[in-house]
């Protein structure tokens, strides 16, 4: 802890060097065609706030600069003959590092009238231009200002409408308009990625926290429904995010201490005057810290690790070599109490370990061939590996296994894709990417129904998955915009595929008001382990059941409205209908694997289960502006299920509703320095699910679950109060952020499951954890 002490110290001292100095900063930016993503020249960019104006032009690269800004926020206004104009309000300019915009201009239809497309409408425009509806963009800036996000990119989009969070404060998984928490596709760089999550369990799609710092993101993309045709294999939604560059003129760094341990990145150019630049980012959490003080503490606290980088080297004038990839370590382990006069409940008795290692990289080349073709290629790879055992000491001190699994997955991927702008009105977006996926699965569980532990999956091989897709977007006139395609996978393990056709439109009725109508439909295989799962009949009979099992298919319909009724407030309206089938059940059951966040089955599945979600999705929204924003959501659905006994019931997930209140303040001082203060109220509807048959409990002695109340139970709705506290220090060259994070500021412990205690034979609440405080200091210069 002295060691910590004396590091903030120091952190701290060093932020204060030449504090008297004048407080500028340099803004620097690129302008790009949102449709070809050419570089466009001589656009007029104007910035200025209530007491400052400046302006410049780009060069034939489409970048501009422009020196001696003055701290706080500013407001950019873009512009070009033959291009609409743009109107970009608040960046945030700091003194410890430059302030880079990527801006994209939308070229313009018609000539006879005079548009401007400003932050009532365009604040959260997806950067994907094929996206119309269900979809938002979100910032860094964002992703830090929300209170209890802990600078995680997950649990910021928890915010949003549509999306539920689970009452467990431990995992950052979300609910998607009623789906499972597994049907989420995760993206980085345009390719596929494995969960990036630290301490995440086999097949699912969440975590504790996201293997990569919010750092080395720029604006990114989140879709909930009917999403593009680029996007395949996922059925809730996608979150796709990318890396910004490193600054390729000045060298910058940022080290972050705190409570959850050790952050440090690095950007600037390989050699001074050259347009290259790299990007590093590396965590170490501080229980990692406490366990190489203690080595008693790595059976009592977990502890992770991780490191990202982007790499970006242009090629000349039309061409860009990027190499980027994350990769984490984390360790969780916790002992049973050896003193079973010390039992009160089972996790007293519990023995567990979760070690999880992944890592994803890209090489990609994009190459601009004239002003309207862009074509892109990238190898990628990843790799994914989960080791966890999970057991209980019995009442006469043998531990009786639950879980073990050993589970790796790795994959590689070459992808091309052309981008081509016809016209004005025509733009198209055609790829394909092929994949050889690798697996090694051994795992052993105990048998739901009979409490055996027994073989789920032992095999290793390899297969190919093939994808392929094109879309095209028609903007008629400005106030139309039409976007259509189609997304191919085959998968080659037992040769099942998917045609799923997109489309979407959106109409401005208005320079305020628009409706937007969408369709899609989305397909999703399962985890590799449950198409390896096995059943042994003996004499060495192994049978595969599942190696026959097709796609999950959804059919999503969205229907929305926009209002801007000023700037800086707007409201958007989303209602929308999700027919679900094919969906893997076990023949004559309950079961269904819409039910299922993901991981390991060995049970037969056929692919004749269905469902269905419904509802509407509100946001009224300020942005930040005068110093304050706030953010109100509310999510009305309902979530049903037909499994294999075709009996309608509720969905596991099917919480029904919920609200999100978000506000944030900021008040500048004279030397300016900035406080801002951020809550976060949630109101959500608890889960389904089914509860532990007491008496049939204790006759078997081990948890036996009451099938004639499947679903008919759900968890209490929980009330969370989030709030978070920063105060940014701006010197000459640097800039210190003190931030206090707490999560659950009214000390809620929900019940989040219920569990049989067999030592006291009884049902037992599993509860939240409580109150969770997080305190940083971040150091940027």
Known sequence: MKKLTTLFLLLFLAAGINYAQEKTQIVRGKVIDTDSKFPLESVSIAIFDTAYI??????????????????GRINIKVSLIGYYNTFIPEIVVSSGKEVFVNIELKESIITTEEIEVTADMEKDKPVNSMALISSKSFTVEETRRYAGSFDDPLRAVQSFAGVVSSPNLNTNGIIIRGNSPKGLLWRLEDIDIPNPNHFSYAGQSSGGLTIFSSQLLTKSDFYTSAFPPEFGNALSGVFDMRFRNGNPFRREFTIQAGIQGIDISAEGP????????????????????????????????????????????????????????????????????????????????????????????????????????????????????????????????????SDEVNYKTSRLSVSTALNHKFSTVHTNKTGITYSKLFFDADISSQQENTGIFMQFADDEGNTNLLQAYTQSKFDFFYRLSITAGLNYSLFRFNNNYSVDP?????????????????YGKHSQLEDISVYLSENNYGSGVVYNPNKELDFSRAHHFVLGYDIAFRNDLRMKIETYYQYLYDIPVMRNSYYSMLNNPGGYFNDSLINEGTGRNFGIDITFEKYMTDNFYYLVTASLFDSKYKGGDGIERNGRYNGNYVFNILFGKEFETENKNVWGINLKINYTGGQYYIPVDLESSIAADREIL???????????????LDFSLTYRMNYSKASGIFTLQVKNLLNQKPAIGYEYNAVLQQVEARTELGITPMFSYRLEF
């Open 502 to 518: 997109r489309f979407a439109v959106r109409w401005l009725l208005t320079d305020k008001q628009a409706i937007s109508l969408g």
């Open 706 to 720: 009451d099938y004639g109340k499947i679903y008919t139970k759900r968890l209490n709705s929980f009330l969370y």
């Open 54 to 71: 400046n302006g410049t032009e780009t060069d034939k690269d489409g970048n501009f600069i422009i020196e001696k800004i003055p701290l």
């Open 270 to 401: 390989f050699v001074k005057g050259k347009s290259s630049s790299y990007l590093f980012n590396y965590r170490y959490s501080i229980f990692s810290f406490l366990q190489l003080i203690d080595k008693e503490m790595e059976n009592k606290i977990p502890s992770y690790q991780d490191l990202s980088f982007k790499l970006n080297i242009p090629t000349g004038d039309i061409g860009t070599l990027t190499l980027f990839g994350i990769g984490g370590i984390s360790k969780s382990k916790f002992d049973p109490e050896q003193d079973s006069t010390k039992w009160e409940d089972l996790e007293d008795r519990k023995k567990s370990t979760l070690n999880n290692k992944m890592g994803a990289f890209g090489l990609s080349y994009g190459l601009l061939s004239g002003k309207n073709t862009l074509w892109k290629s990238t190898i990628s790879g990843s790799y994914n590996e989960v080791f966890f055992e999970e057991g209980l000491i019995n009442t006469s001190y043998r531990y009786e296994p």
